[in-house]
């Protein structure tokens, strides 16, 4: 079974929160979740879809699709994913160790896993060990970051209200540690809270930051330090401050988890099935994460078939996690209702593939290439 096509898909969906919309770290206020989706067809009639991750330089990804994956792995062996994803990141090795190309890769394998499932008649998670104990799973509302305590105070109790027992801020200024503060006192002591600063922090300042989280009882403080692979920092954090710690999203391989795990650097890894290297790369860093004794919790802010591959990659490991949901409304869900938790929770597709297909009407309407 051969690839005969790949044609990448840039959509942006409008959205709404429970909260104003605030500048992202460009400084534009985001008004649509755009998103590259990978639309690859066999010659045996079989379609898969991927995700690449984009957020934000979606002309950057779709690039990459083009100029790169797409004359690589037309006319390559669909059937044989292992095989086809070593060889095209051995071909790309000098660029695809991280960063577009590699996401832009990630998306392939998604797409290649999706048609294996089809072509087998079986759910991702059953090609993965899976026994289908696991039909549903934990989602934590993942928040949108808003720079106001008080609008963080509205969010996490507008995310009790739909039934989500765990909620992730995504602060980074001046106010952190007061919208920290505020919103263990909306939510109480049983709700658990997670910080996710996106290496807001330079070494010298992560200490007395983490210090002052310290109180509040977080689950995990995530990227505290930049750069994203100073684990010696990390690591010091853990260990003198007591606050656990979540990384792993901009890492490119496996060997550099190893690393990270090494150095006592985390507690939690995150890596992120449509960046990280897709499927295949995934359940390598599921082996790591569990051979060490350390928490896997998939990183996964998107809305496409790149959150639908980590439901599944969830649903085959041995060890429980939670699956995060990128907290607000879309105009209209692209992959209907998997896409979208309810009372906290995610279903598990078990149709072939995905399990969940791809709305190409929805796909048309919010086209933006």
Known sequence: MKIISIEPVTIGIPYTHDAPRTPSGDGNVRELMDAVYLKVETDAGITGWGEVFAFGSYPIMQAACEL????????????????????????????????????????????LWDIRGKAEGKPIWRLLGGDGSRRTLPAYASLIRTGAPEHVVTLC????????????????????????????????????????????????????????????????????????????????????????????????????????????????????????????????????????GVSFTPHSPVYGPGLIATLHIAAAMKQDTICEYYYADLAESPMGSWAVPQDGMFAVPDGPGLGAEVDEDAIARFRLN
Request: proline share 5%; charged share 25%; glycine share 8%.
């Open 157 to 292: 109790r507008s995310a009790v209200e739909r039934g989500y027992r765990e909620i992730k801020l995504h602060e980074r200024n001046e106010l952190t540690v007061e919208s920290v503060k505020l919103a263990r006192e909306a939510v109480g002591g049983d709700i658990e809270l997670m910080l996710d600063t996106n290496c807001a922090w330079l070494p010298d300042e992560v200490m007395p930051m983490a210090r002052a989280l310290a109180p509040f009882g977080l689950k995990w403080l995530e990227e505290p330090v930049y750069p994203t692979d100073d684990f010696r920092t990390m690591a010091r954090v853990r260990a003198e401050t007591g606050v656990p710690v979540a990384a792993g999203e901009n890492l490119g391989t496996v060997q550099e988890f190893g690393c990270m795990i090494d150095a006592d650097a985390v507690d939690f890894i995150q890596p992120d099935v449509s960046k990280f290297g897709g499927i295949c790369e995934m359940m390598k860093a599921v082996d790591v994460a569990e051979a060490a």
């Open 68 to 111: 790169v994956v797409k004359p690589l792995a037309t006319g390559m062996d669909a059937g044989d994913i292992d095989a086809t994803m070593t060889n095209l990141f051995r071909r790309t090795q000098g660029t695809s160790g991280k960063g577009p190309i590699r996401h832009a890769l990630s998306g392939l394998d998604i797409a």
